[in-house]
Nanobody, 123 residues
Framework: EVQLQAFGGGLVQPGGSLRLSCVTSGFTFDDYAIAWFRQAPGKEREWVSCIGGSYDRTWYADSVKGRFTASRVNAKNTVYLQMNSLKPEDTAVYYC????????????????WGQGTEVTVSS
């Protein structure tokens, strides 16, 4: 059974940091790119970042570039999203997703999804 589980969300003040984890199982981890999406209340799901499969190339949305960093530890089947300098507009439920097309921002290109973890940036 394919599973992706996102962890690490919470409440943080503006300017603070959080690290999200996406733990996966049930598929060949190296073969898949792992992306992070987010969805704020009343808004569409938005692509945030992607990291390649067997290589560590990363891509970021302009809104998070320079503040967020994606990384992966293939031995642990885990991807991380380090989020620094958080802003209130980063508030959303964050989802990780696995797909075979790296760099794509299209929701439908991802085959497997996690359950989401909520991030709230507020003072």
């Amino acid at each position: 059974e394919v599973q992706l589980q996102a962890f690490g969300g919470g409440l943080v003040q503006p300017g603070g940091s959080l690290r999200l984890s996406c733990v996966t199982s049930g598929f060949t981890f190296d073969d898949y790119a792992i992306a992070w999406f987010r969805q704020a209340p009343g808004k569409e799901r938005e692509w945030v970042s992607c990291i390649g499969g067997s290589y560590d190339r990363t891509w970021y949305a302009d809104s998070v570039k320079g503040r967020f960093t994606a990384s992966r530890v293939n031995a642990k089947n885990t991807v991380y999203l380090q989020m620094n300098s958080l802003k209130p507009e980063d508030t959303a439920v964050y989802y990780c997703a696995a797909g075979r097309i790296p760099q794509t921002t299209v929701v439908d290109h991802y085959d497997h999804w996690g359950q989401g973890t909520e991030v709230t940036v507020s003072s």
